[in-house]
């Protein structure tokens, strides 16, 4: 069916800067079916009016608060607005009322005005029908305006439904639960329960995050910049709290407005305990965490409420053992199984140095909280099996690769006898997991790759490409950022949302779809030519193109490679050698090879035919057929190489352009 989409009293404006839309937070469209098929379709109970909303993290927080001192030396909060617009060609808005989704792009054309694009989906009594652009040209003028028709297809669907984790801190009040799989079997007293319960989480920022923001943005920037990063780390943590098994319970963590420090004595948690050693400052973690309880139990009036508070600072956090010795591979630390009180003990430190490192380290540490060891502490668990809770880094294989984005089965027994343990207190679970305060984070946003170094290293790091590395579709598990200051990669863990191709983005260390509009990549060449100098100082579009014929330059330089690719097999990136003349082709070099087919553009590409026939053992045979049947290694021998020039080239060793031929066996 032919649908007419309107929207309605919608307040777009562009920026001249670079033809950008600010699209609203929210808007109403007008559905009205043109075919006259409502009934044959099922479209007579099509929704006429719909309003749909932006479910995207930047949204969802509307104003943080500042710590201040005051001049009588007491520290205060200050509320301070995020702004709501966003500047992006592309934007989600959602109606779960009616399931419906709506992908719209927007361009500003100058004198003609905006130009949209709007793809979507919707239920109608329970049946998914997709939302695309009609195949008539009868409507083509219609589609650049704010009127839009629209082909209603009935979809196949019918539903309408990197760090070690150093020893954690039990609570005060309440130690270590003991628990085996096996206690699971017992039978319990059935009892409602909710779907949902819901972590209303907080996120405390000290001043070396704010630091680190506000670089390259004014005060209003930085704010904002941490608010979306902080969303997208708790989506993050959405995801993986979705791969606990709790007996049809579930968890959703929600923002609170987030509390930010922009000085070293407003970070009163941290600002008597810095150490510095060679420049580098650093916090012992234990001392850290007392220090932030104590802050949120004595500031518990001033706050916001919350189920678990947790601290983000840039600084570097250490553990240590009762020998002394000090661990400086910790990464976060949380009290255990002290989720909803409120003592200031349902909280935990966080260390992020930028690229979203976090994720998983505020997921494991939410898991401390709520109930969950260390998987082989005290369980039947192994840590060598890799899940969110596992208390160091193992090797990964085929089994496990994709188990650090997922809770154990014996953290999904703890939680669940935490959860259970809360149950029998309702005045605790009133306050504490029942009811929403916070926001629903639902970020939508991708990550490029390149970005998300730069947010770690610094301008001049990058994605490291070639053969030492992988390619893009492992991005998903690990990829590797160059460190400037050392001249090395070093690995890190993707971003959720990190493009892993085209129209492709990571999830749960799995590229998967991603939505209309996200992550248009090259095909070939998804990450551009990396930058800076890759061969003898020599830089992508510098290098000589014979290079080309060596993968691990390909990989590197792949854009500059594909534009000079030509169809032809034996000679696709020109010149295999430097210095080629005319004047030596059909002749053979010093090493009694032929200067034609290493200088195949130069002799412009003569002999790069196959002869037709050749004899071997009083039989004919192609040359296809001869150097198959006898192996590539027979185009070591001179005739055979000059009379099958192009079956001997995909035999050929490319790793070693410009140096002796050597032709390997199948």
Known sequence: SLVLIK???????????????????????ELLSLSGQQSKEGLHDLPRRIRLVQNDARHTVRQVHVIQQGSSGRFYLETVPVETLQNENVQRYYNHHHGMILTVGCSWNGDSGFKYTLEGSLFVKGIKYLLKHPSSLLFEELRDTVTSVHELDRSQEHNAEDSAWKRDLPSTSEEYTTWSLSDQTLTREKRETPAVYHIDVLPVVDVSIYRKFLINRNDSEAIKAITNYIANILTSVNMRLETLSLEGIRLKVHLLEPHISKGDITSVWNNKILESNNN????????????????LNTKSSEILKYDHAFLLTAYNIYGGNDQGIRFNITKGLAYVSSICNTNGESSSIIEDKGGYQSEGVLAHELGHSLGSAHDGERNNCSSRDRFLMSDSNYDANSLNVLNPWKFSACSSAAILNKLRALETNTTILNTCLKNQTGKDVNNLTTVDANDQCQSLYGNASFACRGLSFGNISSFCQDFFCRIPSRESCERVTPATGTCCGNKKKCNKGQCQDAATGECPMDVECPLGDQPGPIINGQTCSTAHPANCYTTDFRLKCCNTCSKIKSNNESCQYGDKRSGCNTTYCGQNTT??????????????????????????????????????????????NLTIQDKCPFTCEQFRNKENPGMKLSYQPT
Request: hydrophobic share 30%; proline share 1%.
């Open 280 to 295: 580098e400052v650093s916090i012992n973690a234990t001392k850290l965490l007392a220090s932030f309880k104590d802050w």
């Open 591 to 636: 090493d009694g090879h032929s200067y034609t087919f290493f200088c195949c553009k130069t002799c412009n590409n003569q002999a790069t035919a196959d002869a037709t026939r050749l004899e071997y053992n009083n039989k004919m045979y192609s040359c296809s057929e001869y150097v198959n049947s006898l192996t590539g290694s027979v185009c070591n």
């Open 7 to 29: 929207l309605v009293n919608v307040d777009i404006s562009h920026t001249s800067l670079d033809g950008g839309c600010l699209l609203p937070y929210d808007l109403d469209i």
